[in-house]
């Protein structure tokens, strides 16, 4: 009933750029935080950046000065902006939104199916 589709992932060579997005569909009332995380083979999944409905942005100490995280809310949909790529980037991306399905439900986690990235040295 509710959807993150992630796209834009890709193969980057070193100090390039890529532009993530993530639409969220179906039964939606209202989104609370949206965010980006990534795991690479061997690793855990880590927060990469969110955002709150409000704009409010946080970031991972790795991608300070490099990723920037929007959002367009009347979209439903968030973007990761990623300069600067390092190999050590490489991972799959995956999207996360907190969602309220109707106004007399809780808010609700729900992920997208992640998209690769790859960045080449």
């Known amino acids: 009933q509710v959807q993150l589709v992630e796209s834009g992932g890709g193969l980057v060579q070193a100090g390039g750029s890529l532009r993530l997005s993530c639409v969220a569909s179906?039964?939606?009332?209202?989104?609370?935080?949206m965010g980006w995380h990534r795991q690479a083979p061997g690793n855990e999944r880590e927060l990469v950046a969110t955002?709150?409905?409000?704009?409010?942005?946080s970031y991972a100490d790795s991608v300070k000065g490099r990723f920037t995280i929007s959002r367009d809310n009347a979209k439903n949909t968030v973007y990761l902006q990623m300069h600067s790529l390092k190999p050590e980037d490489t991972a799959v991306y995956y999207c996360?939104?907190?969602?309220?399905?109707?106004?007399?439900?809780?808010?609700?986690?729900?992920w997208g199916q992640g998209t690769q990235v790859t960045v080449s040295s």
């Open positions: 179906g039964n939606i009332f209202s989104i609370g935080v």
């Open positions: 996360s939104a907190t969602i309220q399905q109707t106004r007399f439900r809780t808010y609700a986690n729900y």
């Open positions: 955002i709150t409905s409000g704009g409010i942005t």
